[in-house]
């Protein structure tokens, strides 16, 4: 066995003593005002800016849609087919403090990347995750990420699809994950006792957290699912949650409760989708696509059946136009992922130009991190047996990365019109998750570090954390978007 490589791997993710763990807080703190500092600065200096996909239909369904008449004729709008949660929540603040339309949804954007970030920030805590090496890289990267900086002003439906994701995260975290169990595996599960007599202040205290998540749990799925049709897909996270859990006493209970969760979310969304959109256009997910442009997507499908293998080989290839035209144009002739994948970095030309400095630095994101994803990759297959709160984590967001990743495909395939360019990375923007994981993965192994170094982790430790420091500043500070 080497065990300098279970030295190094354990030294990210494992409890530090008093002294270091206390560094390790300074060190999140130190960021997170970085980070918030760098949220706000964003928002002050895109105040006004419009920036986002069909701004226009976005904000028209503001005037059409109100509590009193949450619904709007399917057909009558560009954005008529969405669920209308989206639209009532910046309706909300525009009617609360005298906005605009625009600057309503540039609010409910910055409010919902918030929301993501403490969110997603309270689920390492609950892994013991936060105040670790590992845990902070990610956290700090992915949301510092070019896309992730674009969401917080920018006139999307996605970014609170995104904050409901991990919201869910969270809450499932806090019903499948006992606080205890990355602590002592042989200590009992008393997260869920069969009866509630219960006087001990630290069970009761675990109940009431269990039933908060529940009905956090509920909400977030059921709001996700009436924002959007990629909200139903959130169901999932609760499902790779539970398998990821460690399992032992206690754990059907926490099943029963997590399903109970996700049972009453459907039964609140299932009316609706039935009552509007089966009932009236005999299918649950009806696409504005399938009607404004209803020939050509006829003459895109018959052309996918002539050749499917075609089909999927150009969906997999790199973009012709890029080279041509320059990496942010995209391709409206042909369906490509790597279109999807620059969006992750790089802003493209149809919702506006972007600086010389801010295209290289993304263009240099895009370039590394398909690299790093792999070593990243390699390295977790190679300590996926691991049973500690890092990995199983990596098993919840690389399982959900991956149906985001296929659930795009399986639009594209049923919609293969390219000329509005579905390949967006906006679509499947939980796939961050994924991305960003790999990234801290790779560092997290002794095979990157040189013998004579490994005596010096520690120093490399707050090398990665001055790294990971500029990534947030530069990002905040020169928005690729």
């Given amino acids: 066995m080497d065990f300098s490589a279970v030295l190094c791997y354990n030294s990210w993710i494992s409890p530090h003593t008093p002294k270091t763990a206390n560094l390790w807080i300074r060190w999140e703190r130190i960021l997170l005002v970085t980070l918030l500092i760098g949220r706000f600065s964003v928002l002050l200096r895109r105040m006004g800016t419009v920036i986002g996909y069909d701004p226009g239909a976005h904000t028209q369904m503001l005037e059409i849609l109100s509590w009193t008449h949450p619904d709007s004729d399917i057909h009558g709008s560009f954005y008529g087919y969405h669920p209308p949660l989206g639209f009532l929540i910046p309706r909300t603040i525009q009617m609360l403090f005298g906005l605009s339309a625009e600057n309503s949804v540039v609010w409910t954007s910055f409010l919902a990347a918030l929301a993501t970030f403490f969110f997603l920030r309270e689920t390492l805590r609950q892994c013991r995750l936060l105040h670790r090496p590992c845990g902070m890289a990610f ?16 006139i999307n439906l996605d970014g609170i699809v995104l904050a409901m994701a991990t919201g869910v995260l969270c809450a499932s975290v806090y019903i499948f994950w006992p606080d205890t169990v ?12 069969l009866h509630f007599g219960i006087q001990d202040p630290v069970v009761r205290s675990r109940i009431h957290n269990c039933a908060v998540a529940t009905i956090a ?30 399992y032992g006493r206690g754990w059907w209970k926490r099943c029963t409760v997590g399903a109970a969760g996700c049972a009453v979310a459907i039964a609140i969304v ?47 290839s790199p973009s012709p136009v890029h080279a041509a035209q320059g990496i942010t144009h995209p391709d409206d002739q042909t369906n490509r992922l790597a279109d999807m994948w620059r969006d992750f970095w790089v802003r493209r030309i149809s919702t506006g130009e972007t600086t010389h400095s801010a295209l ?17 990759f390699i390295l977790f297959l190679r ?13 919840v967001l690389l ?67 001055t790294v990971v420091l500029t990534f947030v500043i530069v ?4 928005p690729v978007y």
């Avoid at 949301?143 to 002003?153: A, D, F, G, N, V």
């Avoid at 139903?232 to 460690?246: D, K, T, Y």
């Avoid at 967006?424 to 570090?449: E, M, Q, T």
Wanted: hydrophobic residues 45%.
């Fill in 217 to 246: 749990l509920c909400t977030a799925l059921a709001g996700a699912a009436l924002t959007k049709f990629s909200g139903v897909l959130l169901l999932a996270i609760p499902v790779f949650a539970s398998w990821a859990q460690p």
């Fill in 139 to 154: 956290l700090y990267i992915v949301s510092s990420i070019p896309i992730q900086i674009s969401t917080l002003t920018s």
């Fill in 360 to 376: 290289h630095m993304g263009l240099l994101y895009m370039l590394l991190a398909p690299w790093l994803m792999l070593v990243g």
């Fill in 270 to 316: 299932f009316p609706y989708y039935h009552t509007r959109y089966y009932m009236q256009e005999g299918r649950y997910f009806p696409l504005n696509t399938e009607w404004d442009a209803g020939g050509a997507v006829k003459d895109a499908i018959a052309q996918r059946e002539q050749d499917p293998g075609k089909f999927f080989r150009d969906l997999f």
């Fill in 383 to 395: 300590n996926s047996t691991r049973r500690n709160a890092w990995v199983r984590l990596g098993w």
């Fill in 475 to 478: 990002n905040h500070a020169i």
């Fill in 182 to 193: 990355f602590e002592d595996h042989h200590q009992p599960d008393r997260t869920l006792p």
């Fill in 399 to 465: 399982a959900f990365s991956l149906l985001q990743l296929g659930a795009m495909i399986h639009y594209i395939y049923r919609i293969p019109f390219a000329g509005w360019v579905p390949a967006k990375g906006l679509y499947v923007l939980p796939s961050i998750w994924g991305i960003s994981y790999l990234i801290v993965n790779a560092f997290l192994d002794h095979r990157l570090v040189p013998r004579p170094l490994r005596g010096s982790l520690p120093k490399l430790q707050h090398i990665l954390m």
